[in-house]
């Protein structure tokens, strides 16, 4: 069901051939045409694009949520579900509050003043995915720190059915966040026409959420005209487990992932080959209870149980994949912890599932894929800020270092530099 591997390069190349061929560069000349056509038309094709891929009837569609949608949402959601929405609220917003940062201002001895001032990005698209799930969790994840950071309009924009409907879920997830707007547009076109803006849709600085490659292409392509997060591939994630005893929980772990997409993929990582053969043999049985088994068993073929010869090759190894999701399946898990250093979110323990911080704990879910996480960090509050350094010299500072400043911009030619301090002695 899952094969064995014995380094992540050798899992890797397995990968590589059962993957089917993409063609990236006409894909990026489609989306370049769908780009033209929105800056050109606007919400005339934005609502082509809607029918075409969505197959919404443009007579009756609305593409901006309504009051009385809302009304209607909060209608189908029931107590319990509304609670426990408000629950993972609650747990998301304590974590993220952790992470304001503070503004700084500092006086030298010379009297020379230096600071950092943090402002909120103005506006920003929430891109919610839609597709082959329901994604309130997302819906948390990315306006909970846009509100925090305290942005000025924060807009959803995510698929609707081919009703023209979107999930109540959505729409109460939002609310309950104090989402400014929300916009049944998803797909490559949403992220043009909120790049750029149309009748309907605004224009945002910044474009955060996951997508499928369309939506990461779209967000690189407008990157310099607005900001984006980070491109985002299929789900993963990586397990490392040392003993036999909770393999079952690895196994779970591993089918978790996979169900989100038919490229996600799942490693197991372990010194002790008894633990891996074991999170193999306790996969069928987990696997008869899933009910999305056809995304599961494409899935299976990007994924790996990697056997190294020890535990500091394992680390090794953890250090180069830099999974988006990392269990330390073991009870004396902060020694590894410790070592390291490439990982979106990091659950520890026996009882740390990936979908407890997916959900409800407070971590962010939007993390780095393929191995991006060597540089790249969980969605924050950060994302929704900017900083300002500010200066002020004082008049004898600046006499003093007039000898440097000539020095330093004659070696680049430069000499207008020089000159604005030099005249500020005349």
Known sequence: MIRMARSYKEAQTKRQESIAPFDEEQVRDDLKAMRADIQANGDSAILHYLQKYDKINKETFTLK???????????????????????????????????????????????????????????????VPGGRAVYPSTVLMNAIPAKIAGVTSAVVITPPNQHG???????????????????????????????????????????????????????????????????????????????????????????????????????????????????????????????????????????ALIHVASREEAIQEINTIASEHLVILVDDYQPILDKIQNAGSIFCGPYSPVAIGDYYAGPNHVLPTESAARFASPLGVMDFMKYSSYMTYTKESLAKSKADMKLLTDIEGFDAHYQTVAIREE
């Open 65 to 127: 949520v309504t009051d009385q949608d809302i009304k209607n949402a909060f209608d189908h959601v029931s107590p319990d579900q509304l609670n426990a929405l408000k629950n993972a609220k609650e747990n998301i917003e304590k974590y993220h509050q952790r992470q304001y940062p503070k503004s700084w201002q500092e006086t030298d001895d010379q009297g020379n003043i230096f600071g950092q001032k943090f402002t909120p990005i103005s506006t920003v698209g929430l891109y």
């Open 165 to 303: 409907d979107i999930s109540p879920f959505i729409i109460v997830a939002a609310e309950l966040c104090g989402v400014d707007a929300i916009y049944k547009v998803g797909g490559a076109q949403s992220v043009f026409g909120v790049a750029y803006g149309t009748q309907t849709l605004p224009k945002v600085d910044k474009i955060v959420g996951p997508g499928n490659i369309y939506v990461t292409i779209a967000k690189q392509m407008v990157y310099g005209q607005v900001d984006i997060d980070k491109p985002a591939g299929p789900s993963e994630v990586l397990v490392y487990i040392d003993s036999p005893k909770y393999a079952r929980y690895a196994a779970s772990e591993l089918l978790a992932q996979l169900e989100h997409d038919p490229m996600a993929r799942a490693f197991a990582i372990s010194e002790n080959k008894a633990a891996l053969d074991e999170i193999a043999k306790q996969l069928p049985s987990l696997f008869d209870a899933c009910k999305r088994q056809e995304i599961i068993t494409q899935a299976l073929n990007n994924s």
